[in-house]
Structures are given as C-alpha cells and as structure tokens.
C-alpha cells in the first residue's frame, strides 16, 4: 500500500503544517486465531507458557520443554509467534533491545521481531523460517529472553549470576561485571559440579521454598580463557548477542560436565577478584546481599508495581541462604578448588 | 538539544533505556483528539496544531512519549506492522520502534540517531497521527483527506 497526503494545521495562530508521506507498508502481521491455528502449551522456568502459532517448527521445538509441565506454577504467559518469509532484515544487524512503560521491543537482526507486553504478559513475534526452525536460536536466546523479560510478571526473578549444583544443593556465583564470573562456572563444572546457569538465573518461589532454574544456555568464555581451558583450542569464538567476540560452550561437549534444569539455592558466593594471592571466604550479612541483588537487577517501570514487590520478596528470602564474599587472587581452577574445599566442610 | 543525562545506564541498571528523562513537554491537537508529547528531544516536538487548551487538568485523549535513542543507529528501514488486540507495533529496523496501546490510550516510541528533522516531520509524524487516530477508532482516512482538501485549498 502506497499513499501520500498533506497536512495543514488548522490552529487559530494560523500555524501552518505540511508533510508529504510516502509510508510504503510492506509488512502487516496480525495475532489472532485465524492467523494462529495451532497452540500447545510448555514450561519456562517453571511457569506456563501458552504458544499459538502459524509454524509447525515453533510447534516441534516446543516440543522438549513440554515434558516439564508436570511441577509447574499456577502462573503463565502467552506467546504469539507468526513464522513467515514476509520478514527481511539486515542480516549483519545486532540484536537490539528497548523497552519504554510496559512494552518491550526486540529487534533480532535476521532472526526475527518480538515485542513483550509485561502487563498482558504476552509476547508476540514475526521469525523468518530459518530462525523458527533453528533449535539453538530458540533454545539458547530467545526462551532465555522471554523469560528473562517477562519473568518478573509471572512470578520468576531473574537475576545476574550463575548457578551450579553440588550434590543437590545449589551454589549462586554472582559479582560485578568482568568478575570472571563465567569463567568460574566452567572450572567449576570441570571439578564436577552440575551447571543450572551461567549469566543468568531465574528464581521463583514454590510452597515457601526457593528453586533456581536456568535455561540450557551456553557458558560464554572470552577468548583469553583459552590458558585456562586448552579444550577451546578446537572452539570457534563468535560475535554473541551483545557483541562480544567469546566462546559460547556447551558444558556437557566441552568438559563433560553434568547440567541440571533447576536446583535449590543453598550458597551463595560473592566473586571478588584482588592481587592479593590465595582465596578467603568472608561471610556476607543478609542486608549486604541484599543490597547486591537489588542494585545489580533491572529498574522496573512504575506500570509493575507487584512484579517489583515480588523480586524484592524473593531477594529477600535468598539472603536467608549462606552467603559469603570470596576474594580471590588465583586463577580459576586453584579458585574452583578452593570452593570445592570449602563447601566439603560445611 | 537532545538530552543525553542517561549515558550510565549500568547503574542503576537499564539497559532498555526505559528511564531517559523525558522533560520537554506539550499538547497538540490531532484530529479531534488532545494529545501530550513527551520527549527528550526538541526536534521530536511534531510541528502540529497546538492544543488551545491550556489548562494542565484537562484530560488528554492519548499520550506519546518519543525518545531520541542516540544508540540506534542506521536508517528506516521498511516498516513492520504487528497487531495483537489493542496493541500494534511498529518497527522500522532499530532506527524507529512504536507501539501504540490502544486501551491505555499510549503511544510510546525510540527514534534513533540518525532519523533527521525533516525525515521525522515528513515520514514518522504522519504515520503516528494514523496510529494514534486508529487508537481512537477515529476515521484517520477521512481526517487525512479532509486535511489534504484543506491544503489543497490553500
């Protein structure tokens, strides 16, 4: 469709206004159930997700996280996802976030458009055909996305640090940025402890009682880990979603470690690296830890009031966990170690 | 000038820009409709009729909030429309993203870097007064042709 028109104000102070519009609309979607036949239901984080669909590949991918409905919250969300040829974008476009009040825009290069509605707790999206049919792409980027978007709504907190496993108890690696967060994770799961998540973790809460869920993404490593893990020597670095060149590893390839869908928060480390050598383990006040994960967490808008007052409550209840402030002058693996050791003696 | 006081969005932590203060402020009329602008940039006050209203308490017919997004970069690309009940969506490659909640009586929008003056007032500034005249079930058509009569007379 193809139009153009003038305009002229009409205001008392003869304020004029003109513009020529040449709005070449080449793109119409819309969600509803003529245009989405198909629905089927999955678990994210332990919340539903309602999917309706035009694509058999959403349908099929879908598939995998259908087996853990069982367990699931009351809570859910809706996705809207049009699979269609119609979608070009630039190809070597990087991913780009925006969110302005409740709505959430999320522009994926080649992969597709999504928009979240964190008040109507739904997300709706336009994916090209290679992107609803890629397993890594919806597995490794836009699941984790949309729940770490819209999970505040649905009772999930999302929360910037990794989570491993030892023994059926679970250990919080959170820290600044540039930490080593990361690459903590990947010597830990080389000393046997079970991945649940690397950047982010998503915790919600179930009769009284916290679970810590991740989403089967990759450990992101910077190229300069290679010293630590000659493993990464056969890895191809890649640009990731936020543009860093790192090495995107599955643990179970890499280092054969075990991953876990969830685990029950019953640690939590504070990563601080120092020049001073060896690790010490400085027990870390509830406020402290508090105040941590609030300053480190998404400002939410005014429009989300109880999804503010959830994750405060659920930061709340995790200082209730062990926690300490780790500072390290070792490299990673002597770290690892020294974790290992510690949390034996507990 | 664009404000640019939200360069640190790390801390407090916002990464979708959600809390770029949005100071400059006024009220237009769109067809029949009071409409109050909110951005963070002078140039993206649409060159509308003025709102002869002056009083802050009357209500407004629908809400924009435009953001200069000096991040975005690149051109408008060819627009995407995605509709779901009360809220369509518009994007035109990172460079123009719109959505219009049409029960909240909201539109809010990113106009990136490189989006000029004239581009804005000739490309985005008709498509948003389409929106938003479709977000109050008024007859946009008939107001655009009624303002391009109104030209063509002049």
Not at chain 1, 43 to 52: N, P, Q, V, Y
Not at chain 1, 111 to 133: E, Q, S, Y
Request: aromatic share 8%; net charge negative; hydrophobic share 40%.
């Amino acid at each position: 469709m193809s139009h153009a028109c003038h305009f002229f104000g009409l205001s008392g102070l003869y304020a004029r206004f003109r513009a020529t519009v040449n709005n070449i609309v080449t793109a119409t979607f819309v969600c509803d159930r003529r245009t989405l036949p198909f629905r089927t239901e999955f678990s994210l984080a332990g919340t539903r997700c309602l999917l309706s669909t035009n694509s058999h590949n959403a349908l099929r991918l879908s598939m995998p996280w259908q087996s853990v409905l069982n367990g699931c919250g009351a809570n859910f969300f809706q996705m809207k996802i049009i699979e269609s040829a119609a979608f070009e974008s630039e190809a070597s476009a990087l991913p780009h976030f925006r969110g302005l009040g409740h709505l959430v825009f999320a522009m994926l290069g080649s992969k597709g458009f999504l928009n979240f509605d964190l008040l109507r707790r739904r997300v709706i999206g336009v994916l090209p055909p290679a992107a609803a049919r890629d397993a890594h792409f919806w597995n490794t980027q836009l699941l984790p996305m949309t729940i770490g978007l819209l999970g505040t709504t649905v009772g999930v907190a999302p929360l910037h640090c990794a989570c491993l496993d030892r023994d059926g108890s679970g250990l919080l690696v959170a820290g600044n940025s540039g930490a080593g967060k990361s690459t903590l994770t990947a010597a830990l799961a080389k000393r046997g402890f079970a991945v649940v998540s690397d950047d982010w973790t998503y915790i919600r809460c179930q009769a009284d009682k916290l679970l810590a869920h991740g989403m089967f993404a990759p450990v992101k490593l910077l190229p300069d880990t290679i010293r630590y893990f000659p493993e990464l020597r056969h890895a191809e670095a890649k640009k990731t979603m936020n543009g860093e060149i790192a090495h995107e590893v599955d643990p179970t390839k890499m280092f054969r470690s075990k991953v876990k869908a969830q685990s029950d928060p019953k640690w939590i480390l504070i990563l601080e690296r120092t020049r001073v050598a060896g690790c010490s383990f400085v027990p870390c006040r509830p406020e402290t830890l508090t105040q941590f994960f609030e300053k480190n967490a998404e400002k939410l808008p005014q429009e989300l009031p109880e999804a503010l007052r959830m994750r405060s409550g659920i930061i709340r209840q995790l200082s209730a966990c062990d926690c300490w402030v780790l500072r390290t002058g070792e490299d990673p693996m002597q770290t690892a170690a020294a974790i290992d050791t510690f949390l034996s003696e507990m | 000038m664009p404000l640019r006081d939200s360069a640190n969005y790390q801390d407090p932590l916002d990464l979708l820009r959600r809390f770029i203060p949005t100071p400059y402020r006024t009220r237009f009329r769109v067809g029949g409709a009071s409409v109050v602008v909110e951005t963070n940039d002078f140039a993206l006050l649409p060159e509308l009729p003025l709102e002869t209203e002056s009083d802050e308490s009357f209500p407004s017919n629908l809400s924009w909030k435009l953001v200069r997004d000096h991040d975005a970069h690149g051109l408008l690309q060819e627009p995407l429309h995605l509709m779901c009940g009360g809220l369509t969506v518009v994007a035109m490659g990172a460079a123009c993203l719109l959505g219009v909640d049409r029960e909240r009586r909201e539109l809010v929008g990113f106009i990136g870097a490189e989006i000029d003056p004239r581009t804005f007032h000739e490309s985005l500034v008709p498509l948003l007064c389409r929106l938003s005249l479709e977000a109050l079930e008024t007859d946009a058509a008939e107001w655009l042709d009624d303002w391009n009569e109104d030209a063509a007379d002049a």
